[in-house]
């Protein structure tokens, strides 16, 4: 199995960024996907999930409104809109896929994770 996750950088705040997981390796469609994050000398902490078919999302209260998680079956993929970023928003952002039908807000409960892409916000 293999997550492979991109589409982080550096951009300013305010701006916006569109991370991209990639799956292989597992019948995606049945996987809720979550994506998480890690910031330097930070513990790992929920960003957003949604479930194996995509009609229930939900987010942290911190990036409710800004972030939209999605996923596309046919392509294996799930997405994560960024926008208005902030810097508190620095991290290296991680997707993971759950064999949950809703996924969970605890990095406990994936089975996989991808390789992690880093998003940098400066002020």
């Known amino acids: 199995v293999q997550l492979q996750a991109c589409g982080g950088g550096l951009v300013q705040a305010g701006g916006f960024l569109r991370l991209s997981c990639q799956a292989s390796g597992l019948t995606f469609s049945t996987y809720a996907m979550g994506w998480f994050r890690q910031a330097p000398g930070k513990e790992r902490e929920f960003v957003a999930k949604i479930s194996r078919g995509g009609s229930s999302t939900a987010y942290d209260d911190s990036v409710k409104g800004r972030f939209t998680i999605s996923r596309d079956n046919a392509k294996n993929t799930v997405y994560l809109q960024m926008d208005n970023l902030k810097p508190e928003n620095t991290a290296v952002y991680y997707c993971?896929?759950?064999?949950?039908?809703?996924?969970?807000?605890?990095?406990?409960?994936?089975?996989?994770w991808g390789q992690g892409t880093l998003v940098t916000v400066s002020s």
């Open positions: 993971a896929a759950d064999q949950s039908v809703l996924g969970s807000r605890s990095y406990g409960s994936y089975h996989y």
